[in-house]
């Protein structure tokens, strides 16, 4: 593969401010949503769906979303979990209070409320800042969960405390319940992952994007250059929020169809998702995707390999797993902090001067 | 913006301003004013308090005593976000540059007090948000011309050398197209060459933009050189006040720098 930045030279700025200026990239993810859009639905089955294309897209726009707040802020934040839970809880009281509801525009309300309620618990930002706010962001998953559980009027009152997600169709096909076929759940969830990363994309190269990065690498020379710490910070939670809402709502709707808020939406669903922006690298669109697809696709290939392979015992290879896991985190965070996103970008400038390394 | 040295309007006062921390004096009854087109150098030992009078200045203190008029207009301090939106920028002493973020994207964010369009138009990266950020783009790439560091566009700054930061620095200043540009020791660590360039860029940036200057400077021969008036703090109060020729004869000034008579 001939990979080169070198010799592409670009005339007027809007070429160079193109979404992908290297004309190998824009191929490569022309190529990868043409797979996706139009390969992937053909040969799709209910084991590929549930098992890895579902959770990799839902957790993808879980990562973007936390990625945004954290990676481009630099704000952390341990209550994805919960802010899950929001997305999710608010698609199940939209479309059972109001079943001709598009669920489209179901999704985007969930992500709307949730962007309210993480507006909410990012005020605590503009005053606390790194672990003070983790432990804050903490309360605010711990809360959530809690809340979901305890009142009744979130569960519609279900006796088994768990919510279901009704059979719904969008523009005459179905696409969540049990009847939903493979292909049509994963390209509903697909479209909104495909357009929101796109959008995200957008956001982090213009203005406000910039204003994140600046409070991120350092908050007072922002403040002092004229951007607010408030309308930067704020944003940053409503944007990301947003975007883990609707990871909420298609997590819950599309993927399980039915959910108990302690199980599905614990402090692990956080760290997980913390763990695939480590691991795909803080402050990279791509980087929230190579961390979902790592994150979900790990444990299914070791199990395979171990249990499978080796005939290993299922709790040895779950202990290998978690083993491994810890030790990527530290990894990534001591040797390489920007992910497999920076690794993928240093491979591509090796292969840009390749085969004449100087 | 105003292309001529008036010479006599004044741009920015500051009326008998007093700073402290705790028990620490930063800065003692100052008052000077700073004329529209001038360049104003504020020279002083170390711990003297200039620092501390540009932070006054641009904000990010507040005095305990005095006033600032800027723009014709009086009040106790100033606000960060009131002094960069209506004109003022500064560069820092410690290089304060967003370290992940390429030189490009660093000036770019000068801009950020001219640009309006919302985060919807944003995300679709087109129309009105499309054509801004082209606009700004441009006017950011007369700057990387004029600094001369078109080819460090795309590194991240924390890569750069100490010399080349500064300079994007200034860069991210020029960007909010300032009245009053506030540089705190710009050539600070640089070599002889580094420092020729930026005293160019400074000169420059008065002469063809108009740009009013207040810097901090402790090499003497760059202040006497590009100053048009110099004023002289020494433990937080003003002890000289004039071109740099009077400065130069007076008495106090020469002690200061002597490290006598503190008494
Ligand atoms: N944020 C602060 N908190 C406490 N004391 C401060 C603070 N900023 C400045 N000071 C004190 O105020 C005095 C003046 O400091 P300032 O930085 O303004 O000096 P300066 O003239 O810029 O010196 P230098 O030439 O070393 O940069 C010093 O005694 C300093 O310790
Ligand atoms: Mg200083």
């Known amino acids: 593969m001939f990979y080169r930045e070198a010799g592409q030279f670009k005339s007027s700025y809007n070429a160079d401010q193109a979404i992908l200026p290297i004309a190998q990239d824009r191929v490569f993810v022309i190529g990868v949503l043409a797979v996706a ?3 992937v639905p053909w040969f799709i089955d209910s084991y590929w769906v549930n098992a890895i294309f579902l959770p990799f897209l839902a957790y993808a ?42 669920l489209i525009i179901v999704v985007l309300l969930s992500g709307a409320v949730t962007a309210a309620v993480g507006v909410m618990f990012g005020l605590p930002s503009l005053r606390i800042k790194g672990f003070y706010l983790a432990v804050a962001t903490l309360a605010a998953q711990f809360f959530l969960v809690w809340l979901f559980n305890k009142v009744g009027w979130f569960l519609n009152y279900s006796p088994t405390g768990q919510i279901t997600m009704p059979s719904v169709e969008v523009f005459g096909v179905l696409v969540t ?69 609707m990871a909420g709502s298609l997590y819950f709707g599309v993927w399980l169809g039915s959910a108990e808020p302690i199980e599905a939406f614990g402090i692990e669903q956080s760290f997980l998702v913390l763990f695939m922006i480590i691991i795909g690298g803080l402050g990279s669109v791509l980087g929230s995707f190579l961390g979902a697809a790592f994150m979900t696709l790990m444990p299914i290939v070791l199990k395979n390999f171990m249990v499978d392979g080796l005939a290993v015992e299922v709790v040895t290879a779950k202990h290998v797993e978690i083993t491994l896991m810890g030790v990527l985190i530290i990894f990534f965070l001591i040797v390489e902090p920007h992910g497999l996103a920076r690794m993928w970008q240093i491979l591509k400038e090796k292969l840009r001067l390749w085969p004449f390394p100087y | 913006m105003n292309q001529e040295h008036t010479g006599n309007d004044v741009l920015l006062e500051v009326h008998n301003i007093s700073l402290s921390f705790g028990g620490v004096t ?40 005095g006033s600032i008029t800027y723009k014709g207009e009086t009040r106790p301090q100033m606000k960060p976000h009131h002094a960069a939106s209506h004109g003022i920028a500064r560069t820092f002493q410690n290089i304060a540059l967003f370290k992940g973020m390429s030189t490009l ?42 600094l001369e560091i078109q080819a460090i566009r795309k590194t991240p700054v924390g890569r750069l050398p100490y010399g080349m930061q500064k300079r994007v620095e200034l860069g991210r200043a020029l960007a909010a197209e ?84 503190h008494g």
């Open chain 2, 178 to 261: 300032p009245d009053l540009l506030l540089l705190d020791e710009p050539m600070a660590g640089m070599n002889v060459e580094e420092k020729e360039d930026m005293c160019r860029f400074v000169l420059d940036v008065n002469e063809e933009f108009g740009t009013t200057i207040a810097l901090i400077e402790h090499d003497m021969g760059v202040v006497m050189d590009i100053s048009d008036r110099v004023v002289v703090l020494d433990y937080g109060k003003k002890i000289a006040d004039g071109t740099p020729d009077e400065v130069r004869a007076n008495q106090d000034v020469v002690d200061a720098y002597l490290g006598v008579s």
């Open chain 1, 37 to 39: 859009f139009a390969g």
């Open chain 1, 61 to 102: 726009l879980a990562a973007l979303g936390l990625n945004l707040l954290t990676g481009y802020c630099g704000q952390v934040s341990l209550g994805t979990g919960g802010f899950m839970a929001v997305g999710a809880f608010a698609t199940f009281k939209l479309i059972t209070a109001f079943p001709e509801l598009n």
């Open chain 1, 177 to 245: 319940g049990p009847r939903a076929t493979p292909a049509a759940r994963y390209l509903f969830c697909l479209s909104f992952v495909a357009l929101f990363a796109l959008a995200a994309k957008n956001i982090v190269r213009g203005r406000v994007g910039r204003s994140w990065m600046a409070i991120r690498d350092m908050d007072i020379a922002a403040e002092l250059i004229g951007i607010r710490p408030l309308a930067a910070k704020l944003s940053a939670f409503a944007v990301s929020s947003f975007y883990i809402g």
């Open chain 2, 105 to 146: 994207d660093n000036i770019m964010t000068g801009r950020n007090t001219v640009m309006t369009k919302n985060i919807i138009w944003q995300a679709l990266y087109f129309g009105p948000a499309l054509k801004e950020e082209r606009e700004h783009r441009e006017f950011v790439e007369h700057i990387i011309d004029f």
């Open chain 2, 26 to 65: 930063a800065i003692e009854d100052v008052s000077f004013d700073i004329r529209t087109g001038e360049i104003r150098a504020i020279i002083g030992p170390n711990g003297a308090g200039k620092s501390s009078m540009l932070n006054v200045i641009n904000g990010f203190y507040h005095p305990q005593q």
